[in-house]
């Protein structure tokens, strides 16, 4: 199965306002340079999937920018569902996909029932670990390898 990366952003301070990247260097130790939430094990880079964004938005009944999610990789073409342990492929960064991204208070924050639109079939996406370092960019290839 094989995708596309269609955005990318990062936030530089914990709870701040999403940044648009046009490419994301990703490290071992702190996933997405600049974003301080990469620092945490398993949940170093965070990836969605617009498909999966798009079927949350339709049950609220209205779009939604994608970095209302707060996720740093947007994607299309490839299913993140029920893929806990495969590795991610992004351009020339490896991963292995740590767990399900859980919907948190904050996405009802943002607007009321987000958190439960992004329950089923995991449409928060995943969270994922470093395993090879690199750039991403705009336009990559995805690939979940099994």
């Given at each position: 199965?094989?995708?596309?990366?269609?955005?990318?952003?990062?936030?530089?301070?914990?709870?701040?306002?999403?940044?648009?990247?046009?490419?994301?260097?990703?490290?071992?130790?702190?996933?997405?340079?600049?974003?301080?939430?990469?620092?945490?094990?398993?949940?170093?880079?965070?990836?969605?999937s617009?498909?999966?964004?798009?079927?949350?938005?339709?049950?609220?009944?209205r779009?939604?920018?994608?970095?209302?999610?707060?996720?740093?990789?947007?994607?299309?073409g490839?299913?993140?569902?029920?893929?806990?342990?495969?590795?991610?492929?992004?351009?020339?960064?490896?991963?292995?996909?740590?767990?399900?991204?859980?919907?948190?208070?904050?996405?009802?924050?943002?607007?009321?029932?987000?958190?439960?639109?992004?329950?089923?079939?995991?449409?928060?996406?995943?969270?994922?670990?470093?395993?090879?370092?690199?750039?991403?960019?705009?336009?990559d290839?995805?690939?979940?390898?099994e």
């Amino acid at each position: 199965m094989t995708g596309t990366v269609v955005a990318l952003a990062r936030c530089l301070v914990k709870r701040g306002p999403m940044e648009l990247l046009k490419q994301a260097r990703i490290s071992l130790d702190k996933g997405v340079e600049g974003d301080p939430r990469g620092h945490k094990k398993g949940r170093q880079v965070t990836v969605l999937s617009r498909e999966a964004w798009e079927a949350a938005c339709a049950d609220l009944g209205r779009p939604l920018d994608w970095t209302t999610r707060r996720a740093n990789v947007l994607v299309e073409g490839v299913d993140l569902a029920f893929t806990k342990h495969q590795r991610l492929r992004i351009g020339e960064v490896l991963f292995t996909i740590a767990m399900q991204t859980q919907p948190c208070f904050l996405m009802d924050e943002f607007e009321p029932g987000l958190k439960q639109a992004l329950k089923p079939e995991w449409r928060g996406g995943v969270c994922c670990a470093v395993l090879t370092p690199g750039t991403i960019h705009i336009g990559d290839k995805v690939e979940v390898l099994e």
